[in-house]
T-cell receptor, first 113, second 113 residues
Framework: NAGVMQNPRHLVRRRGQEARLRCSPMKGHSHVYWYRQLPEEGLKFMVYLQKENIIDESGMPKERFSAEFPKEGPSILRIQQVVRGDSAAYFC???????????FGPGTRLTVL | QKEVEQNSGPLSVPEGAIASLNCTYSDRGSQSFFWYRQYSGKSPELIMSIYSNGDKEDGRFTAQLNKASQYVSLLIRDSQPSDSATYLCAVNPPLSGYSTLTFGKGTMLLVSP
């Protein structure tokens, strides 16, 4: 049973470019969460999605960031016009609908030059 | 402001000793509590979940929860050098129809041979 999958594992972008991060949840999991981890800081919740619905985006910056979890395909976290402060590790987690233990993917390390 | 507090450490213990990791949380209505282990450069790995007051044991790990004191701890018996990692405490806010986690910044554990 494959775990949570994320790609790419490493992403380098120049300031002003767009970053797209993908997450495929574990089989049987319909809930997806995105977190950001800055160096020397803790994990910060960004957004919680179920299929075709954003349930809670209270942790996501209002500008430049968006997320989706379409009916088919992976969840996407999109960052437009990246700035150096967006450099971080972005983790996706998933959980099944019946309980809230979250399992993390390997993460995407975003570096903005 | 929902907060989860952990001593940043490092907590240094010799091999074979018991490591005790502590966490306090501010939201009295929190219902679910989790411990994650994160090796440097890797993603968080769920090691324990606890939902009711008391102790929960799983192998060398014991989670302890005291909701009245808003305190949760993790004991690691017979600590091994491979246990050296950062341990993250995570708390699920009161039931509100969705499941997000608030993480502490983690405690670094160093187990010396």
């Amino acid at each position: 049973n494959a775990g949570v999958m994320q790609n790419p594992r490493h992403l380098v972008r120049r300031r002003g470019q767009e970053a797209r991060l993908r997450c495929s949840p574990m089989k049987g999991h319909s809930h997806v969460y995105w977190y950001r981890q800055l160096p020397e800081e803790g994990l910060k919740f960004m957004v919680y999605l179920q299929k075709e619905n954003i349930i809670d985006e209270s942790g996501m910056p209002k500008e430049r960031f968006s997320a989706e979890f379409p009916k088919e395909g992976p969840s996407i976290l999109r960052i437009q016009q990246v700035v150096r402060g967006d450099s971080a590790a972005y983790f996706c987690a998933s959980s099944p609908p019946e309980y809230n233990e979250q399992f993390f993917g390997p993460g995407t390390r975003l570096t903005v030059l | 402001q929902k907060e989860v507090e952990q001593n940043s450490g490092p907590l240094s213990v010799p091999e074979g000793a018991i490591a005790s990791l502590n966490c306090t949380y501010s939201d009295r209505g929190s219902q679910s509590f989790f411990w994650y282990r994160q090796y440097s450069g890797k993603s968080p790995e769920l090691i324990m979940s606890i939902y009711s007051n008391g102790d929960k044991e799983d192998g060398r790990f014991t989670a302890q929860l005291n909701k009245a004191s808003q305190y949760v701890s993790l004991l690691i018996r017979d600590s091994q050098p491979s246990d050296s990692a950062t341990y993250l405490c995570a708390v699920n806010p009161p039931l509100s129809g969705y499941s997000t986690l608030t993480f502490g910044k983690g405690t670094m554990l160093l187990v010396s041979p």
